[in-house]
T-cell receptor
Framework: DTGVSQNPRHKITKRGQNVTFRCDPI?????LYWYRQTLGQGPEFLTY????????KSRLLSDRFSAERPKGSFSTLEIQRTEQGDSAMYLC???????????????FGPGTRLTVL | GDSVTQMEGPVTLSEEAFLTINCTYT??????LFWYVQYPGEGLQLLLK?????DKGSNKGFEATYRKETTSFHLEKGSVQVSDSAVYFC???????????FGKGTKLTVNP
């Protein structure tokens, strides 16, 4: 059973650099989500894709953040001109969206921990 | 906006003790409610869920009942084990949205 995978698991970068994270969802899942989790807090929603379409974005997703899912399979999250406040765990999740009302389980990956120096 | 409030942790219990972790929510309409668990070094896993009022979610000895009148979804287990040590997150999804809204999490430590 292949779950959600994320790469890299850890990333240390200097302020002002760009970083990109990758998420590979469970293979048959059509929905993919990105969340951010800071220390001592619950995950916060960033954005969500259904197939290749980005359907919902949080106000947390500033202009420096961009996410893509070009072929409806894997997704990338890029942060440009990183700031120290971007340091967090970035979580990816996927689900098999089967209906209008979302009660489908979101399966989470292990996360990418970003540290901005 | 929608929000979830969990009891502050950490919670420390002895093995076989009774567990309650309180969770209340604020939302318009009728959200679906979830408990996720994060074991040390692992990703978030769904523990249980309930999609409408008075539904009871249950899994691995844990239970939670969707109480619309008190806007609550408290997590309970009759007899905890050391292996239940983890961080527990209460969450909701509002109808028409795909985003999970999480509480801050409650860290549970069970001592032998």
């Amino acid at each position: 059973d292949t779950g959600v995978s994320q790469n890299p698991r850890h990333k240390i970068t200097k302020r002002g650099q760009n970083v990109t994270f990758r998420c590979d969802p469970i293979s048959e899942h059509n929905r993919l989500y990105w969340y951010r989790q800071t220390l001592g807090q619950g995950p916060e929603f960033l954005t969500y894709f259904q197939n290749e379409a980005q359907l919902e974005k949080s106000r947390l997703l500033s202009d420096r953040f961009s996410a893509e899912r070009p072929k409806g399979s894997f997704s990338t999250l890029e942060i440009q001109r990183t700031e120290q406040g971007d340091s967090a765990m970035y979580l990816c999740a996927s689900s098999l969206g089967t209906g209008v009302r979302s009660t489908d389980t979101q399966y989470f990956g292990p996360g990418t921990r970003l540290t901005v120096l | 906006g929608d929000s979830v409030t969990q009891m502050e942790g950490p919670v420390t219990l002895s093995e076989e003790a009774f567990l309650t972790i309180n969770c209340t929510y604020t939302a318009t309409g009728y959200p679906s409610l979830f408990w996720y668990v994060q074991y040390p070094g692992e990703g978030l896993q769904l523990l249980l869920k309930a999609t409408k009022a008075d539904d009871k979610g249950s899994n691995k000895g844990f239970e939670a009942t969707y109480r619309k009148e008190t806007t609550s979804f408290h997590l309970e287990k009759g007899s905890v084990q050391v292996s239940d040590s983890a961080v527990y997150f209460c969450a909701l999804i509002q109808g028409g949205s795909e985003k999970l809204v999480f509480g801050k999490g409650t860290k549970l430590t069970v001592n032998p």
